[in-house]
């Protein structure tokens, strides 16, 4: 059974960093597309950014791109979403998600809570 446990949400000023991780297991981590979903209250869940494999592939949603990092160690089954210069409409739950490759089996983490507000 695949188990995905985000940490590192917070309360944060705008223009502030924060850094979330997603631990994995359950899976053969390599064979996974991880990526990272949010929904703000009120709207719907959105893809905010996506990588395969080593990092090769990686897609970003346009209203995150170049100011939000995600990355992956597959030995550690962990992926990670630094999020820079934060604004207030990043506030929402993001959600770790793992869809195994060529396949639609898919896992959500329970969520952990961002907050950008002065």
């Known amino acids: 059974q695949v188990q995905l446990v985000e940490s590192g949400g917070g309360l944060v000023q705008p223009g502030g960093s924060l850094g979330l991780s997603c631990v994995a297991s359950?899976?053969?981590?390599?064979?996974?597309?991880m990526s990272w979903y949010r929904q703000a209250p009120g709207k719907e869940r959105e893809l905010v950014a996506g990588?395969?494999?080593?990092?090769?592939?990686?897609n970003y949603a346009d209203s995150v791109k170049g100011r939000f990092i995600i990355s992956r160690d597959n030995a550690k089954n962990t992926v990670y979403l630094q999020m820079n210069s934060l604004k207030p409409d990043d506030t929402a739950v993001y959600y770790c998600?793992?869809?195994?490759?060529?396949?639609?089996?898919?896992?959500w983490g329970q969520g952990t809570q961002v907050t950008v507000s002065s």
């Open positions: 359950g899976l053969t981590f390599s064979n996974y597309r």
């Open positions: 990588i395969v494999g080593t990092g090769g592939n990686i």
């Open positions: 998600n793992a869809r195994r490759l060529f396949t639609t089996t898919t896992s």
